[in-house]
């Protein structure tokens, strides 16, 4: 779209102040309805509930008062050495699987924008993670990571980069990082199509120019894609924060959390003691916690972002 | 732009690699599932099974459990999919053509449903559904997904109603047609390849999800697919790979055809719902 066009839209936004016009809100609020009681009932008011919920000893069971107990949660919580040991795990799992599935992204979108053969073929291949449901990659996983049969560990011998198989999913020392792997495998696709989409968007004629003034493909890079791709690198990036952080198919089939608790994700934790200590109040607090450090989390790395804009 | 041979080789390697990354798990869970179990006692797995059958598919069909879940996934994302397009299509056309004060509160819900996690959510959910009769449902099993698939569906539709001409609609309400008329008659026809689209999306989370199957659903006639799949593998020890393997390609059959339909029309209504919201 030219940009007068998009001038011309936001002009037109101007016009219409402080919410439109009654006769849109009406229609609106018409088209809104059918929507209106399942979102309000299933989604608004158990977000609500479930903040407040990590204010309370709520616990499983039918007959069973449920006290508002102010931050008695988040005090426990406090001396919880499993729980910060979860948290840590939960850090590390985001930030290794977000950084290294963008910058494997990344590399994978460049090479899919250039004009190679096969693009078309490559492209639909390098969405087939995307497509397949969590537990089933996990099953799939096992097996390619299984000690006896697994073909992973059969390349490894036959280079001779170990003599005994090892037991990736299994062992205290390879858990995490196994499972970081498939994490980066699963979230590949939507990364690199988004980062792709952002990368044909790039005017052409900005590299024409910088060709004429001889600068280097590394030149390019630096200071014509990444800026061009900022606004969609960070989205992209602040999504998947935020949906690794909450995963938790994937790592519950992998690993239930094992060996020794090393792949035990905060999702993992707190799902554990709702449902299988009962503790529901406990369960939301995590959550609460959880939440806090999203926001906290994004509000950095968004600020940053945007001064860096300016 | 030309590029030097050598660069382009580089570039080939890379691709290859990549593609074998991407794509080597899969095609080893499909001849994994064509192994016999003698084949899986050897100690060196080879790459192509030796003597390939069906005999795991037909082996993991027989699993009682297994066919009725898929039953039961495919009820759930039929009746979850219709449901979110219905819901959801009016609130897109509302979201892309008027500005009214409920714009900003949904957009803002839609970021909100994303960054909350799920446990946090679905106690509650356990809560009000319980005096209802509905967990252990599948009715309520497909409530909830309809509301929680809605956020991504209205973010898709958005960009796809926005895409639509207003001229056209200008056009059509200047010729005297309401505005039920208009949007039946000019804008659905426009947005069907949206609206396939949204549907297929839809549908593919509902039959690949697993957190609220798992906590909603106990009773065994009832589980998911994805559920069924996991204990299978809770069972370490007797597993049986060969079976396992099968009902996962069985698994992954729809997600795959889906995802080969819509895989260019995805990406270009995530981008377009990205620049319009």
Known sequence: MSTDALR?????????????????????????????????????????????????????????????????????LLHNDLFWDSFRIGLIWTLSVTILQFVAALGLALLLNTNLKFRGVARTLALIPWAMPPVVVAIMWRLLLHPTNGPVNEILQNLHLTDHPINFLGDFSTALPAVIVVGIWVGMPMTTVTLLAGLQGIDRSLYEAAAVDGASAWHQFWSITLPQLRTVIVAITSLDMIWNFNSFGLVYV????????????????????????????????????????????????????????? | ???????RVAQYVAVCCYLVFLAFPLFWLISSSLKSPQEFASVTPSILPKHPDLSNFTDALEEQGLVRSMLN???????????????SLPVAYALARFRSRLRPIT???????????????????????????????IPGVVIVYMVWSMPFALWMLQGYVSAVPRELEEAASVDGASRVRTIVLIVMPLLRPGLIATAMFTFISAWNEFFFALVLLQDPDLKTLPLVLARFVGAEGQVQFGPLAAASVLATVPSLVFFAFLQRRLTSGLLSGAVKG
């Open chain 1, 8 to 76: 011309a839209r936001a002009s037109n936004r101007r016009d219409r102040p402080g919410g439109g016009r009654p006769k849109q809100n009406r229609e609106a609020i018409f088209l809104f309805l059918p929507a209106l009681l399942p979102v309000l009932l299933l989604s608004v008011y158990p977000l609500l509930r479930g903040i407040a919920l990590g204010f309370t000893d709520a616990r499983a069971g039918l007959n069973v008062d449920t006290n508002f107990i102010w931050f008695g949660n988040f005090g426990k």
């Open chain 1, 254 to 310: 992998l690993t239930a959390g094992g060996p020794g608790g090393k792949t035990m994700l905060p999702m993992l934790f707190a799902y554990n003691e709702a449902f299988r200590y009962g503790n529901f109040g406990m369960a939301a607090a995590m959550g609460d916690v959880m939440v806090v450090i999203i926001i906290v989390f994004l509000g950095f790395y968004l600020r940053n972002r945007l001064r860096s804009e300016a």
């Open chain 2, 1 to 7: 732009m030309r590029t030097r041979p050598a660069t």
């Open chain 2, 73 to 87: 996934s495919l009820q759930i994302s039929v009746a979850t999919t219709v449901l979110v397009l219905i819901v």
């Open chain 2, 107 to 137: 957009n803002g819900w839609i970021l909100v449903s994303q960054v909350f996690p799920v446990i946090l959510i679905v106690i509650p959910l356990f809560m009000i559904l319980r005096p209802l009769h509905l967990t252990n449902t």
